[in-house]
């Protein structure tokens, strides 16, 4: 599924980038699809990281999951510090990238003892799709929020600034 979303959002990243900044120039725009197609591999690599974790806390080991909050934090810094002269704003966009392919890949590696890699055979395939199909009122009611809360990133961008904290509050009240 992960894959799934990140080709997707990479096909659409201009309309996206289009959506998300109709307010800004061109130069801007093409900025943020940059971004945008630099940061899709996260999608994947998140789903990637999820399984692993889930296996590893599922068997009682819970510290690789949580010390790469470090790691994650110290590729950034790396990062910007030795890209930005020259990738400019991109480097960030790399170091979070880059900061969740280290951890995909650790988490793999330490969760490959747990999971044991079998041919697949059709009758599992049947199983996958009907557990797609009984799932996806779930992914429509999580589409549905995520673009909920696109719209108001979109609303509050476009009020003047002393009524962001009252958009703010009344969602949270």
Known sequence: MGLILTILIIFFVHDIANILCENLEF?????????????????????????????????????????????????????IIFLYKNFDIYSMAIGVSGGFLVQA??????????????????????????????????????????ICYVCDMLIAANVPNSNVSTLYYAQVA
């Open 27 to 79: 130069y801007d725009i093409k900025k943020v699809s940059n971004i945008l197609a630099i940061l899709s591999m996260v999608v994947m690599l998140s789903t990637v990281i999820g399984v692993n974790q889930g296996v590893l806390e599922r068997n009682g080991n819970f510290i690789p999951g949580q010390i790469f909050s470090f790691v994650f934090s110290f590729s950034i810094i790396i990062s």
């Open 105 to 146: 890949v650790y988490l793999t590696y330490k969760g490959r003892k747990y999971i044991k890699w079998q041919e697949i055979n059709f009758f599992f395939i049947c199983k996958y799709f009907t557990l797609v199909k009984n799932s996806l009122g779930i992914f429509v009611i999580v589409g549905v929020a995520e």
